[in-house]
Nanobody, 130 residues
Framework: QVQVVESGGGSVQAGDSLRLSCAASGRAFSRYAMGWFRRAPGKERVFVAA????????YYADSVKGRFTISRDNAKNTVYLQMNSLKPEDTAVYSC???????????????????????WGQGTQVTVSS
């Protein structure tokens, strides 16, 4: 069982920045692919960003490309989501997820599919006001 815990959410103004953190348990963290998803009020959960084990591959939803950056620190078992130039439409509950299974496909279709992720955090609220 892998525990996933997000932190760093909050209420900000449009144009501000936030950094979300996601800590995952387990000595095999360096072998987990990690992803961020979000659910806006009244909407379905959607993909935001993902990062591969080697960090060579990162994937972003078009809506956040150029504004959000995903990174990981394997020594700290943590993945980050740096969110810049936040917009009101970024308001959502952000959830982090771990994909612990092998093999993986190095593709956007794979990493953006929530069904590929095995363990999820409870989520952290991000609210952006105009």
């Amino acid at each position: 069982q892998v525990q996933v815990v997000e932190s760093g959410g909050g209420s900000v103004q449009a144009g501000d920045s936030l950094r979300l953190s996601c800590a995952a348990s387990g000595r095999a963290f360096s072998r987990y692919a990690m992803g961020w998803f979000r659910r806006a009020p009244g909407k379905e959960r959607v993909f935001v960003a993902a990062i591969s084990v080697s960090e060579e591959s990162v994937y972003y939803a078009d809506s956040v490309k150029g504004r959000f950056t995903i990174s990981r620190d394997n020594a700290k078992n943590t993945v980050y989501l740096q969110m810049n130039s936040l917009k009101p439409e970024d308001t959502a509950v952000y959830s982090c997820a771990a994909d612990v299974a092998w093999p993986r496909s190095d593709s956007m279709n794979y990493y953006s599919d929530s069904l590929e992720y095995d363990f999820w955090g409870q989520g952290t609220q991000v609210t952006v006001s105009s």
